[in-house]
């Protein structure tokens, strides 16, 4: 039973340009959250996607946004990457909205140079 | 808004003694609370949760938490510490009262470090 996966593990951008994230969610998950983890820092909830659409969100300005696809599969794009964007970036997926564990991937660590 | 305290950046253990990570909480309901483990160069690994019942909840690893609602305080204890529990250790909390889709607010994390 695969978990979480996402892709890429890393990525290297420069600023000024966008970038789009992938999450799998576990099987038999249907609810899709992203956090951003700073160097040093705790995980800091993006949004969540359920059904397709994003039902929460974060304090993250429009340049974050994202995608649940009907395989409940999820991207997460960002737009005009600052330097401050350099971070993991966790997908989390879970069952009922969130109120079952969430279940986390090993994330893709983004560097803007 | 919810917010989250771990207080102790990290914690020295011996092994085999009883290890504590701290944790506080504040929401504005009732809270659905939760500890997470981390590795270098992976993602959260789930330990235990806590939403009504017992106060005392048991996790995987032998790790369990204690809520104490007065004190708004949910600290994972371990009663003898392994060398291989070395870890970064988050603390989250949701709001339980949402009833909907609501993200986790975590804790900044605490270094957990076991001495041979």
């Known amino acids: 039973d695969a978990g979480v996966t996402q892709s890429p593990t890393h990525l290297i951008k420069t600023r000024g340009q966008q970038v789009t994230l992938r999450c799998s969610p576990k099987?038999?998950?249907?609810?899709v959250s992203w956090y951003q983890q700073a160097l040093g820092q705790g995980p800091q909830f993006i949004f969540q996607y359920y059904e397709e659409e994003e039902r929460q969100r974060g304090n993250f300005p429009d340049r974050f946004s994202g995608h649940q696809f009907p395989n409940y599969s999820s991207e997460l794009n960002v737009n005009a990457l600052l330097l401050g964007d350099s971070a993991l970036y966790l997908c989390?997926?879970?069952?009922?909205?969130?109120?079952?564990?969430?279940?986390f991937g090993d994330g893709t660590r983004l560097s803007i140079l | 808004a919810q917010s989250v305290a771990q207080p102790e950046d990290q914690v020295n253990v011996a092994e085999g003694n009883p290890l504590t990570v701290k944790c506080t909480y504040s929401v504005s309901g009732n809270p659905y609370l939760f500890w997470y483990v981390q590795y270098p160069n992976r993602g959260l690994q789930f330990l235990l949760k806590?939403?009504?019942?017992?106060?005392l909840v048991k996790g995987s690893y032998g790790f369990e938490a204690e809520f104490n609602k007065s004190q708004t305080s949910f600290h994972l204890k371990k009663p003898s510490a392994l060398v291989s529990d070395s870890a970064l250790y988050f603390c989250?909390?949701?709001?339980?009262?949402?009833?909907?889709?609501?993200?986790?607010?975590f804790g900044k994390g605490t270094h957990l470090i076991i001495q041979p």
């Open positions: 989250a909390v949701r709001d339980w009262a949402g009833g909907g889709a609501d993200g986790l607010t």
């Open positions: 806590y939403i009504t019942g017992d106060n």
């Open positions: 099987s038999g998950h249907d609810t």
């Open positions: 989390a997926s879970s069952r009922d909205r969130g109120l079952q564990p969430q279940h």
